[in-house]
C-alpha cells in the first residue's frame, strides 16, 4: 500500500474517532414550575446527607421550613408561585448531590451544557457556578413572589395545545391577544394570556384542528406581556447580583443559544420573564453541538419525555427525588 493511502487512511480513522467522542457529550437538564408534588425530597432528604444538607440551607436561607412544605404540604401551598420555585430548585439541587455522593450517575463530573424550562434555568445558573444555593433560593422566591403578584394584578393563565403547528399558534395569538409561552416540542406549545384572551384563542386552535387544548393549573400568564409588572423588581435584584462567569455553557430559554459570560445571563433572566422558552430548539441545539445524552434532574420526568419526541435517537437518564430514579432509557 502506498504511504500516502496509508497516511489518508490513517488520518480517516482518527477524524472518524474524533467524531465519535464529538457526539458523546451530556446535558444537564432542569425542570421548571408544575412539577412539584407534595412529598417531594422526603425520601433523598432520610437517605442522603448531602440531600439533607440542601434542604437545612434552604430552611435558613428562607427562614421557614420549606423542606416540610415539600414533604407534607398542603398542596395548595405548595402550588404557590412563591412557594413552588424556590421549592422545585431546592429538590432538584438535592436529587443532584444525593445522585453524587451516591455515584448514581457515573458521567462527566461536569456536563458539557446545562438547561432548564423557565425556572430550571436558575438551577442551571447554580451547577454552573454562576450562583451559589443561597442566592439562587433567594433569588427565585423573590422571583416567585413578584411573579404571583403580577398574576394578582393583571390575572390570566395558559394552556397547552396540542397538534398545532407554530405558524398557525402564532395566527391565532395575533387574532386572539395571546402569546405563545413554551415551544417544547412538536405538537406541544403552550400559550399565555389574559382569561377571556385564552378561552377565545383556544376556541380558534379547536376551529384549525388541534387535536386537544389544556388548560394548565398556574397562577398567571406567564412568559407573556402580562408579566411586565414583575420586571421592574426583577431588574432592580437582578442588576445587584455579583453573577459568576458560567463554569459551562449555559443554553438560553429566550435564544436557545449559549450563554457564556454574566452580562448575558442578566438579560437572560430579565428577558425570559416576558418572552418565549424556546425549548425544542434549545435541545436540537445541544444535539447538533454533539449532545447525545441528556439528564433530567429534579421531580418528575416531563422534560425527558419532551426530549424523547424531540429527538427518539439520543439517551436519556432520570434522576430524580426517589432513591430508587435514575434509569436509563434509550
Same mark, same amino acid.
Given at each position: ?6 497516511? &489518508? $487512511?490513517? $488520518? ?12 458523546? !457529550?451530556?446535558?444537564?437538564? #432542569? ?14 432528604? %432520610?437517605?442522603?446527607?448531602? @440531600? ?17 412544605? =415539600? ?23 438535592? =436529587? ?16 458539557? #451544557?446545562? &438547561? ?11 451547577? @454552573? ?6 442566592? @439562587? ?5 423573590? %422571583?416567585? $413572589? ?65 387535536? $386537544?387544548?389544556?388548560?394548565? *393549573? ?25 453573577? %459568576? ?6 443554553? @438560553? ?12 445571563? !442578566? ?6 420573564? =416576558? ?25 418528575? *420526568? ?5 426530549? %424523547?419526541?424531540?429527538? !427518539? ?18
Amino acid at each position: 500500500m502506498p504511504a500516502s493511502v496509508a497516511c &489518508a $487512511r490513517g $488520518r480517516l480513522v482518527v477524524e472518524e474517532k474524533a467524531a465519535q467522542a464529538a457526539k458523546t !457529550k451530556v446535558a444537564y437538564v #432542569f425542570p421548571g414550575q408544575g412539577s412539584q408534588g407534595r412529598g417531594m425530597g422526603y425520601e433523598l432528604y %432520610r437517605s442522603s446527607a448531602a @440531600a439533607r444538607a440542601v434542604f437545612d440551607e434552604a430552611d435558613t436561607v428562607l427562614g421557614f421550613p420549606l423542606s416540610r412544605l =415539600c414533604f407534607e404540604g398542603p398542596d395548595a401551598e405548595l402550588g404557590l408561585t412563591i412557594n413552588s420555585q424556590p421549592a422545585i430548585l431546592t429538590v432538584s439541587l438535592a =436529587c443532584l448531590r444525593a445522585a453524587a455522593e451516591a455515584g448514581r450517575w457515573q458521567g462527566a463530573s461536569m456536563p458539557d #451544557f446545562v &438547561a432548564g424550562h423557565s425556572l430550571g434555568e436558575y438551577t442551571a445558573l447554580v451547577v @454552573a457556578n454562576v450562583l451559589d444555593l443561597a442566592e @439562587a433560593i433567594r433569588l427565585v422566591r423573590e %422571583r416567585g $413572589r413578584l411573579m404571583q403578584e403580577a398574576g394578582e394584578r393583571q390575572p390570566g393563565g395558559m394552556a397547552a395545545i396540542m397538534g398545532l403547528d407554530e405558524a398557525s399558534l402564532e395566527e391565532v395569538c395575533q387574532e386572539a391577544g395571546t402569546q405563545i409561552a413554551n415551544i417544547n416540542c412538536s405538537g406541544q406549545i403552550v400559550i399565555s394570556g389574559a382569561h377571556e384572551a385564552l378561552v377565545r384563542a383556544m376556541d380558534l386552535c379547536r376551529v384549525r384542528g388541534a387535536r $386537544r387544548t389544556i388548560p394548565l *393549573q398556574v397562577s398567571g400568564a406567564f412568559h407573556s406581556p402580562l408579566m411586565r409588572p414583575a420586571l421592574e423588581g426583577m431588574t432592580e435584584i437582578v442588576s445587584t447580583l455579583g453573577l %459568576r462567569r458560567p463554569a459551562v455553557p449555559i443554553v @438560553a430559554n429566550t435564544t436557545a443559544q449559549p450563554i457564556t459570560d454574566a452580562e448575558a445571563v !442578566k438579560a437572560e433572566l430579565l428577558g425570559q420573564l =416576558c418572552g418565549c422558552v424556546q425549548w425544542q430548539r434549545s435541545i436540537e441545539y445541544m444535539v447538533a453541538a454533539g449532545v447525545s445524552t441528556f439528564v433530567e434532574i429534579g421531580p418528575g *420526568q416531563v422534560l425527558t419525555g419532551l426530549i %424523547r419526541r424531540i429527538d !427518539k435517537d439520543v439517551q436519556t437518564v432520570n434522576i430524580g427525588d426517589v432513591p430508587t430514579d435514575g434509569d436509563t432509557s434509550d
